[in-house]
């Protein structure tokens, strides 16, 4: 069974610019979420999504969004990159929203210049 | 979500049982106990979880005391790959986002 993947490994951004950062989950499930790692803060999270809606986020500002495709697949967008944006993005998976453990990808590694 | 604390570091020899503690001393009746870990810039990886039993898979035991104010993960045999940070998490299962804390770094060595 293929894990969940992200897309791309690496992204190279300057300040200002917008960002789109893709996951697919495993199949057959239907929640997505998206957690940052930046350097020295940890793992916090970013954003819930399941069977294509927004169920909830954490707190950052709205200049980071994203959606849900009905494949479940998920983009997280970042616009008007900031220095601080700089982290490991990470998406999860689960089945049926939040009554399973989560699955989580390699991640995406965003660097702002 | 109840906070963990854990040490921030552990060694542990190869081949030598790995027991890492996790303190939740505010833990609620439907909190779960869940243990991840990463790998260096990895994703974190699912380990186990329990509610008040002992539990064990093919990766480890958890073993959670009877007033389920503190939790050990046990690896059995540590590997060098089992070189990690590890995250004890404490969950309600009606909620959706993980509470990552800092994790102990466990250093296995040869």
């Avoid at chain 1, 610019?17 to 997505?32: E, F, K, N």
């Avoid at chain 2, 039993?53 to 540590?78: F, V």
Wanted: overall charge neutral; aromatic content about 10%; charged content about 15%.
């Amino acid at each position: 069974e293929a894990g969940v993947t992200q897309s791309p490994t690496h992204l190279i951004k300057t300040r200002g610019q917008q960002a789109t950062l893709r996951c697919s989950p495993i199949s057959g499930h239907t929640s997505v979420y998206w957690y940052q790692q930046a350097l020295g803060l940890g793992l916090q999270f970013l954003l819930w999504y399941d069977e294509g809606e927004e169920r909830n986020r954490g707190n950052f500002p709205p200049r980071f969004s994203g959606r849900q495709f009905p494949n479940y697949s998920s983009e997280l967008n970042v616009n008007a990159l900031e220095l601080e944006d700089s982290a490991l993005y990470l998406c999860a998976s689960s089945q049926n929203g939040v009554y399973n453990e989560q699955f989580f990808g390699p991640g995406t590694r965003l660097t702002v210049l | 979500d109840a906070k963990t604390t854990q040490p921030p570091s552990m060694d542990c020899a190869e081949g030598r049982a790995a027991n890492l503690p996790c303190n939740h001393s505010t833990i609620s009746g439907n909190e779960y106990v869940y243990w991840y870990r990463q790998i260096h810039s990895q994703g974190p990886q699912y380990i186990i979880h329990g509610l008040k039993n002992n539990e064990t898979n093919e990766m480890a035991s958890l073993i959670i005391t009877e007033d389920r104010k503190s939790s050990t993960l046990i690896l059995p045999h540590a590997t060098l790959r089992d070189t990690a940070v590890y995250y004890c998490i404490v969950r309600a299962l009606n909620t959706d986002k993980l509470i990552f804390g800092t994790g102990t770094r466990l250093q296995v060595f040869p």
